[in-house]
């Protein structure tokens, strides 16, 4: 993009464990002040309905909902304060956040299980460690999204590589999206090193 600013795109597909992760990164040299936005179109029938108190926003075909996106780097309730929002915005699903950082990710996460809509939700931004040393999200960032039963986890280094931990993982990745088991136990789905 210019003055050393770099824009990187994601997407990643998981068809069988049913959801679509797209993500934004923007990485510079140096301390900007960024502010990110991403719109989605959304045509009729479809439409956006907000939570009331938390921060997703389900995509339904008339009154039956279809989707389920997830801000996982926004806290997920309204309550806490944030540097970004995902609203239903004219232009369609809108994820925005800003601030004065070097480097900026900024996933959606959306549930593409229909049958799954009945059950509780929740995500999490997780705490990464550096030689047991808590790193800024500027480093590298670490996301636990929970569905039912089903859970994922997600970390991105947005730094130079090094062993970190994220919930109890040794990463010395780039990437890795990650499927929990009932015994505690992760499957990794991909992996870039």
């Known amino acids: 993009l210019g003055n050393g600013i770099v824009l990187q795109r994601q997407c990643l597909l998981a068809r069988k464990d049913e959801f679509l992760l ?9 301390t900007v002040e960024m502010d990110l936005a991403v719109s989605w179109p959304i045509h009729a029938p ?5 939570a009331d108190e938390t921060r997703e926003i389900t995509i339904t075909d008339g009154h039956k909902p279809r989707f389920l996106a997830l801000p996982l780097a926004l806290p997920e309730w309204r309550a806490a304060s944030a540097e970004g929002e995902l609203v239903a915005a004219p232009s369609g699903l809108l994820l925005r956040q ?3 950082v070097s480097r900026l990710e900024m996933p959606l996460f959306i549930d593409l299980a229909p049958r799954q809509r009945t059950k509780p939700y929740t ?3 997780l705490t990464v460690a550096e030689d047991l040393r808590v790193q800024p999200r500027e480093v590298a960032t670490g996301y636990r999204v929970q569905i039912g039963r089903r859970q994922w986890i997600f970390y991105r280094s947005l730094a130079a590589k090094r062993i970190r931990t994220v919930l109890g993982q040794n990463l010395g990745c780039e990437y ?4 929990f088991h009932a015994n505690g136990s992760v499957e990794t789905l991909i992996e870039i090193e």
């Open 22 to 30: 797209l993500g934004h990164v923007v990485l510079s040299k140096k």
């Open 46 to 50: 479809m439409s956006l309905q907000p």
């Open 98 to 100: 800003r601030g004065a």
């Open 123 to 125: 995500w999490r931004q």
């Open 176 to 179: 890795i999206c990650g499927r």
